[in-house]
């Protein structure tokens, strides 16, 4: 889970507040309290062979809000809706795997030899968050 945290952090930084819980080994939830959003992702931490790979991340503020159901079996399937005051609307992201993307521009930026466009800081933050919230689903 830890890309899904570096995701929610580069979108909005650090959180004010998280919250973390799991039922031993097999399901977890991140919240994320910001000042004027709450960021929750939840998924599997326990997968057994051919175990449909399953995450929700779920961003909603004042101006509405964003979910994205994603799963892996043997291809990528999403699901993203979309809600504000006109309405709801499911999105069409297309066959899209975002741990490829992300790995993708790490090699190309060093391909390259430019890494202008990794925000460090924010690398940083998102591990130590993650590392933070290992630590709170130890307890």
């Known amino acids: 889970m830890a890309q899904d945290i570096d995701a929610a952090?580069?979108?909005?930084?650090?959180?004010?507040?998280?919250?973390?819980?799991?039922?031993?080994?097999?399901?977890?939830?991140?919240?994320?309290?910001y000042e004027s959003a709450i960021v929750t992702i939840d998924g599997?931490?326990?997968?057994?062979?051919n175990y449909p790979f399953t995450t929700r991340h779920s961003?909603?503020?004042?101006?509405g809000s964003?979910?994205?159901?994603?799963?892996?079996?043997d291809c990528p399937k999403f699901?993203?809706?979309y809600s504000n005051n006109s309405g709801q609307r499911t999105l069409d992201i297309g066959d899209y795997d975002p741990y490829q993307y992300?790995?993708?521009?790490?090699?190309?930026?060093i391909a390259v030899k430019n890494t202008?466009?990794?925000?460090?800081?924010?690398?940083?933050?998102?591990?130590?968050?993650?590392?933070?919230?290992?630590?709170?689903?130890?307890?």
Request: charged share 20%.
């Open 79 to 81: 699901k993203m809706v």
């Open 102 to 109: 992300e790995l993708e521009h790490i090699i190309n930026g």
């Open 116 to 139: 202008a466009n990794f925000d460090i800081e924010s690398m940083y933050n998102s591990a130590n968050l993650a590392f933070k919230c290992r630590d709170m689903l130890k307890k």
């Open 59 to 63: 961003v909603s503020g004042k101006n």
């Open 9 to 33: 952090v580069q979108l909005l930084g650090l959180p004010l507040s998280v919250e973390c819980m799991n039922n031993q080994q097999n399901d977890c939830v991140l919240v994320f309290k």
């Open 44 to 49: 599997s931490t326990n997968m057994h062979d």
């Open 66 to 73: 964003a979910t994205l159901d994603w799963s892996f079996v």
